[in-house]
């Protein structure tokens, strides 16, 4: 018991690791996977990333004819980024993208 005291007291003592978010903004790792994005210019109509979603939760505009990705269903898990070969499709470290859902 008393071995452990001069822990307990610098543990109260210590800075908590975690932050006040959303006050505190919080910066991801790298590789963190959040809203993947794309740049739909640089798009080659290959259809690479439809094949390699494990989650069908990417489908054709019809009006554009470039992909788009149905963030509800989309579990980012970066196949579709890894599969592009013109890195149209990238992850980014975008976590706080409620309000940006598109269809
Ligand atoms: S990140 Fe994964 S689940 Fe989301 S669209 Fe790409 S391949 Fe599909
Ligand atoms: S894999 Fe890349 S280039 Fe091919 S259709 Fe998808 S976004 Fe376009």
Request: net charge positive.
């Amino acid at each position: 018991m008393v071995k452990i005291l001069p822990k307990v007291l610098a543990n109260l003592l210590r800075k908590p690791f975690t932050v006040k978010y959303p006050y505190e903004k919080v910066e991801p790792a790298d590789g963190y996977r959040g809203k993947p994005s794309i740049t739909k210019e640089k798009c080659i109509r290959c259809w690479q990333c439809i094949r390699a979603c494990p989650d069908r939760a990417i489908s054709i505009d019809k009006e554009t004819k470039t992909p788009v990705i149905w963030l509800g269903r989309c579990t980012y898990c970066g196949e579709c980024a890894e599969a592009c070969p013109t890195k149209t499709i990238v992850m980014t470290k975008n976590f706080e993208f409620l309000d940006q859902y598109e269809k």
